[in-house]
């Protein structure tokens, strides 16, 4: 396994970063798809449960509700990630 698949594994076992939904989540590469062309890296991955991943309301790709509600964004949402496994 590499490192960045190590990563991930480890995001994927956090619960959900809006919900709280327990674990396993999905890694979302955060501002997938908006970036031209590329994909974000690996480590800038942050849990997510399915509703908040790919719910058509709630979702990230969908019209982002929970991320409203919670009034959070996904920079912020990678940055306690990290602070969750590494600080
Ligand atoms: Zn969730
Ligand atoms: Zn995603």
Redesign the pocket.
């Known amino acids: 396994m590499t490192k960045a698949q190590d990563h991930i594994t480890k995001v994927k076992s956090l619960p959900?970063?809006?919900?709280?939904?327990h674990a396993p989540?999905d890694a979302h590469h955060i501002l997938e798809g908006r970036i031209k062309g590329r994909k974000c890296s690996d480590y800038c991955t942050i849990p997510?449960?399915?509703?908040?991943?790919q719910g058509e309301r709630?979702g990230i790709h969908g019209q982002q509700i929970?991320l409203k509600i919670m009034k959070e964004n996904e920079l912020n949402l990678l940055a306690k990630t990290i602070e969750k496994l590494y600080a």
Do not use: Y
């Open positions: 959900c970063a809006l919900c709280g939904q989540s997510l449960c399915k509703d908040c991943h709630n929970m």
